[in-house]
Structure formats: structure tokens, C-alpha cells
């Protein structure tokens, strides 16, 4: 089984990547999707979170907001949350693979947004970088709801920068449109599965 680290920065198109990934048939793991779960209401991350960050349970679950005011411009808390988190992503990630072993799967994709910047590259067979210009990131990032300046620059400042994801990459997915995203995937999964 081959197993595809798919990552890139903020607004760089990696929904979209992992989306046509799994709309071909290549199982996912969202690590994004993972600590949703965990931080939902029963999920294994609301307790050690809740007595790290004192009033950022509400309801039974993380209030996401909250935590992010919390860690937000904090190194140390930021370090504290994910040594709280990573374990629990990783865990989930353990058993996504062994069901896929299972399950004789011939690729697998791990869509992690910090891939490179936590060393994760040691945990897959290639990886993957999606990659769009600097100027259509920053109008994509924009786009979305809630989303400002400051919030942009230090999501920014936790990521690798482009050009350093692009060369550490075994294979550079352009983003600049839907068709070239579905069109490279195509491409990548026939070129590992060959004739």
C-alpha cells in the first residue's frame, strides 16, 4: 500500500485535492476532520483540553473560538495544545491505516496541513504538495468567513513557507483551478497504480 502525504498552506487547494482523491476511490484521512471529532461533544480531546484552557468547554465540547484566543500569538500554549492533540490525531491515523490494510487498499492519502512541519514525511511513502500562487492564496484565505489579516499572517507564520513544501515535495499538484487539481490527481494515482 502506498500511502500519500497530501499537504500544502493555507488556501493552496487541498480540500479540493483530497476531495477528488476520494471521489476516485483513494480512502482519506482528514487530519483537520480528526480533531474536529476529538474536540466534539464525547470526543477524547474536550477533558485534557478543558483542564489545559481553563473556559473553553462549552456545552461538552471545545468552543474552537475560545481555544483559538487562547493559543493565538502563544508559543508555549500553542506547544501545550499540541502535545495535548497530536497523540490523539496519530492514534486515529493508526487505525485509518490498519482498516485500509485490511481493506488491501493500494493508496491511501493523509491529508495533513502541518505534514512537514511536524516531521510527518517520515510516516509516508511520498508526498505530495499542493501549490498555487502567493496572490490567489491570499484572495482564496480571504474569501472565507471570519477570516482577517492577522488571522492569515499567523496561520502564515506556523507554516512552511511554499518554496520549501515545493521542493521537499515528491510531487507538486498545481491548484490554480478545479480542472488542473482533478486532472493531476488523475495523473498521480494512474502513474502509481502504472498499466
Excluded at 487541498?14 to 487530519?31: E, H, I, N, Q, Y
Excluded at 480571504?142 to 496561520?155: H, P, Q, V
Aim: charged share 30%.
Amino acid at each position: 500500500m502506498i500511502v500519500l502525504g497530501l499537504t500544502g498552506g493555507i488556501g493552496m487547494g487541498k480540500s479540493t485535492a483530497s476531495t477528488t482523491f476520494r471521489r476516485l476511490g483513494v480512502p482519506v484521512f482528514d487530519a483537520d476532520a480528526a480533531v474536529h471529532a476529538l474536540q466534539a461533544k464525547g470526543g477524547r480531546a474536550v477533558a485534557p483540553i478543558g483542564a489545559a484552557f481553563p473556559g473553553t468547554i462549552v456545552d461538552g465540547r471545545v468552543d474552537r473560538e475560545a481555544l483559538r484566543r487562547a493559543v493565538l500569538g502563544k508559543p508555549d500554549a500553542l506547544k501545550r495544545l499540541e502535545r495535548i492533540v497530536h497523540p490523539l490525531v496519530r492514534d486515529e491515523e493508526r487505525r485509518f491505516l490498519a482498516a485500509a490494510r485490511r481493506a488491501a487498499k493500494r493508496i491511501v492519502v493523509l491529508d495533513v496541513p502541518l505534514l512537514l512541519e511536524t516531521g510527518g514525511e517520515k510516516r509516508v511513502d511520498r508526498v505530495v504538495v499542493v501549490s498555487a500562487p502567493a496572490a490567489v492564496q491570499r484572495v482564496r484565505v480571504l474569501l472565507r468567513g471570519g477570516m482577517t489579516e492577522e488571522r492569515l499572517a499567523a496561520i502564515r507564520a506556523r507554516q512552511m513557507p511554499d518554496r520549501e513544501k515545493r521542493s521537499r515535495a515528491t510531487h507538486i499538484l498545481e491548484t490554480l483551478s478545479l480542472d488542473a487539481v482533478r486532472a493531476g490527481v488523475r495523473a498521480l494515482i494512474g502513474y502509481l497504480t502504472g498499466p
